[in-house]
């Protein structure tokens, strides 16, 4: 089993930043994936980002493109999702994933493609 543990959310303003962490523990892989996800209330969860631990390629969905970026440490087995030039439209439950095996490109953002999941973080853009 994979633990997963998201912190870092909170309230900011338009504008604002925040970083998001999301620590696993548990079982480990030598490769595989890590996303986040999102869901605001009232919506589907929707992709945000992913990378992959072997190479830390990323992919982005482009409501975020330029203004959130994905990094990893995996010392830490530590996930981080930096936000910047946050907007109202950000503010969401934010979910970390980890997909235990290789995802095909065109997969990588199909929530059914990942293993665990954790309990996520609110963010909250004012306006």
């Known amino acids: 089993q994979v633990q997963l543990g998201e912190s870092g959310g909170g309230l900011v303003q338009t504008g604002g930043s925040l970083r998001l962490s999301c620590a696993s523990s548990?079982?480990?892989?030598?490769?595989?994936?890590m996303a986040w996800f999102r869901q605001a209330p009232g919506k589907e969860r929707e992709f945000v980002g992913v990378?992959?631990?072997?190479?830390?390629?990323?992919d982005y969905a482009d409501s975020v493109k330029g203004r959130f970026t994905i990094s990893g440490d995996s010392a830490k087995n530590t996930v981080y999702l930096q936000m910047n030039s946050l907007k109202p439209e950000d503010t969401a439950v934010y979910y970390c994933a980890v997909a235990r095996a290789l995802i095909p490109s065109a997969a990588l953002r199909s929530r059914s493609r990942y293993n665990f999941w954790g309990q996520g973080t609110q963010v909250t853009v004012s306006s």
């Open positions: 990378i992959r631990w072997s190479d830390s390629s990323t």
């Open positions: 548990g079982r480990t892989f030598s490769d595989g994936h």
